[in-house]
């Protein structure tokens, strides 16, 4: 199964592709999709449209693994957060995948075993699980690479059909 974890932001969308077959993974991609600061939100959000459907055209995953937005103190960057899991979300849909959601806490619980882990713990695990040589840049690349991750960890088991009664 492939999977595209996805660490949404609008200046930065992390990605991560994965292939998890046989309790083994293979990275197929990493990396952002970044827009200018100044750009109108319009045209930010058209682009992390266009380049996300572009990775979803070429690795064509089964599903999408998003992390869950969390209440920000800044309203103003919460939502434009939000517009952006929008977009993602509806990127993911016109292109045919299921889009499961995780909490930060899901996610390192999945990755490191402890829902408190500090980031320099789950980059490490992630470099481990995946067998990488150096850890993803930037970090929003290894956050979206924790995301599939924990989706193929929890995601793709009966743990998820007991949960979504």
């Known amino acids: 199964m492939i999977i595209i974890g996805i660490d949404p932001g609008i200046a930065i969308v992390g990605y991560g592709v994965v292939d ?7 990275t197929l991609a990493q990396g952002a ?10 045209d930010r959000l058209l682009t992390i449209y266009t380049e996300l459907d572009s990775l979803i055209k070429t690795y064509k ?9 969390f209440f920000n103190t800044n309203q103003k960057t919460a939502m ?14 016109m292109n045919g ?5 995780y909490t ?5 619980q999945a990755v490191v075993g402890y829902g408190r882990a500090e980031k320099a713990q789950v980059v490490e695990m992630i470099k481990l699980i ?4 150096t ?3 930037p970090d929003d690349a290894a956050d979206a690479l924790a995301i599939a991750v924990c989706h193929a960890h929890t995601g793709c088991s009966r743990i998820r059909d007991y949960y979504n009664k």
């Not at 998890?20 to 293979?26: I, K, M, P």
């Not at 995953?61 to 937005?69: D, G, K, Q, T």
């Not at 995948?97 to 959601?101: A, C, F, N, R």
């Open 20 to 26: 998890y077959r046989s309790s083994h993974f293979t």
């Open 33 to 42: 999709l970044t827009t200018p600061a100044g750009t109108e939100t319009s």
């Open 61 to 69: 995953p089964s599903e999408m693994a998003v992390e869950e937005l």
């Open 80 to 93: 434009k957060i939000a517009e952006a899991r929008g977009v993602i979300t509806l990127c993911a849909k």
């Open 97 to 101: 995948l299921s889009v499961y959601e």
């Open 104 to 108: 930060p806490l899901q996610v390192k």
């Open 130 to 133: 995946l067998n990488l040589n």
């Open 135 to 137: 850890a993803p840049k």
